[in-house]
């Protein structure tokens, strides 16, 4: 009986350990996925809390990694999808302006086309794409020019948050040595 016992134990193991191998997870991202609301704390976290974000960003964090990242790694003058893998999701809950413009409640792209002294921001309406190699210039709903402003020291991985001053929202987006501000109006 021990031994018929025994037996069975080890076929178990074996048939766990084998079913373990026919699934094979993708190892940790090197750019990995992080998400940024405004306000910072109106996330809901329990059953009874009601959520009052008014923005979502979703969007991959690559690390500097000592290289040279504007002008070099990602190229002056070119759009790029503010992060890596997947292009850059931005959620707006709530009707905003923009520079101006409306923008209406839901999920857009957002790309940038840096350059040394300022960048072009880009609200788009494709989503779903990989980097912005099918970024279609038809499909922008804003597009605005910030100033570029440099930082002593440098963030290693691309970093997305917000301030905000006066009723006014500002995404900030900061790599390595260089930082940008786009303000948004929450209607």
Known sequence: MKKLCLLAVILFAAVT?????????APLDASPVDIVYFPSRSIKFKKTDTPSSSIKV???????????????LIKYGEVWRVGANENTEIKFYKPATINGVAVPAGSYSLFAIPEKD????????????????????????????????????????????????DGIANLVIGWDKTTVEVPITIK
């Open 58 to 72: 979703i969007y991959s964090r690559p690390a500097a990694k000592g290289r040279v990242i504007f002008g070099d």
């Open 17 to 25: 350990v084998q079913a373990q191998d026919v699934v094979k997870f």
């Open 118 to 165: 300022k960048w072009t921001i880009i609200i788009n309406k494709e989503l779903d794409m990989w980097g912005a190699y099918a970024y279609d210039e038809s499909k922008d709903l804003v597009k605005i020019t910030v100033p570029v402003k440099t930082v002593t020291t440098p963030i290693e991985l691309l970093s997305i948050a917000f301030t905000s001053k």
